[in-house]
């Protein structure tokens, strides 16, 4: 069974910085998409980063020029470098991608278990 764990998340003052980390595990399979999304309390689930297989990224207007979505295929992990944090950033950060067992295969949407992120002077 794959899983997505994330790590990473803490309790930091504005201005800092923190890099989650998304492992994935369980047997033999190809990340495809993989995404970060951000969830606060009252508010739906929002996309704050995304990345291809190959490496293409797409961010949320709020991430644009602090944050950075990058990934090791051979690991199977995908980072969230998160710089000049805010408070408006805080928010449990959930892992997400399209898995499958090959690379001619569609992909199944997984969720990690999220990692709280909060920024707080």
């Known amino acids: 069974q794959v899983q997505l764990v994330e790590s990473g998340g803490g309790l930091v003052q504005p201005g800092e910085s923190l890099r989650l980390s998304c492992v994935a595990s369980?047997?033999?399979?190809?990340?495809?998409?993989a995404n970060w999304y951000r969830q606060v309390p009252g508010k739906q689930r929002e996309l704050v980063a995304g990345?291809?297989?190959?490496?293409?990224?797409n961010y949320a207007d709020s991430a644009k020029g602090r944050f950075t979505i990058s990934r090791d295929n051979a690991k199977n992990t995908v980072y969230l470098q998160m710089n000049s944090l805010k408070p408006e950033d805080t928010g449990i950060y959930y892992c997400?991608?399209?898995?499958?067992?090959?690379?001619?295969?569609?992909?199944?949407?997984?969720w990690g278990q999220g990692t709280q992120v909060t920024v707080a002077s």
């Open positions: 990345i291809t297989r190959g490496g293409t990224t």
């Open positions: 369980g047997g033999s399979f190809v990340m495809f998409t």
């Open positions: 997400n991608s399209a898995i499958g067992r090959s690379v001619f295969s569609s992909g199944t949407a997984y």
